[in-house]
């Protein structure tokens, strides 16, 4: 399976942004998803953020994001999604989508700036 992750942008504090993460090469759809970010400065510390069922779509979230971010899939288009509202500087990161084992070839991300 092959991931890309696009949608990313820079934006000022309070902005909202979708980001995208399409898989290629084979079906998602029997795997647990997650979103991972690296942030700068903080590069090989790629932290977990959000996770989406494969089952019934449920989701889980860091605490940081919970309530702000929207983790969604549509398994029809082998897409999952990451709706992010009320950005802070602190989500400035590069974001990568994977499976839960992170078993899954890294795509290259896609990176939010979020100025103050």
């Known amino acids: 399976v092959h991931l890309m992750e696009t949608g990313g942008g820079i934006l000022q504090s309070e902005g909202s942004l979708r980001l995208s993460c399409a898989a290629s090469?084979?079906?998602?759809?029997?795997?647990?998803m997650s979103w991972y970010r690296e942030a700068p400065g903080k590069e090989r510390e790629r932290e977990w953020i959000?996770?989406?069922?494969?089952?019934?779509?449920?989701?889980d979230y860091k605490k940081s994001v919970r309530g702000r971010f929207t983790n969604s899939r549509d398994n029809a288009l082998n897409t999952m999604y990451l709706q992010m509202s009320r950005l802070k500087p602190e989500d400035t990161a590069v974001y990568y989508c994977n499976d839960v084992l992170m078993g899954l070839n890294w795509g290259q991300g896609t990176q939010v700036v979020v100025s103050s």
């Open positions: 959000a996770s989406i069922n494969q089952f019934d779509d449920r989701t």
């Open positions: 090469g084979s079906s998602f759809s029997n795997r647990d």
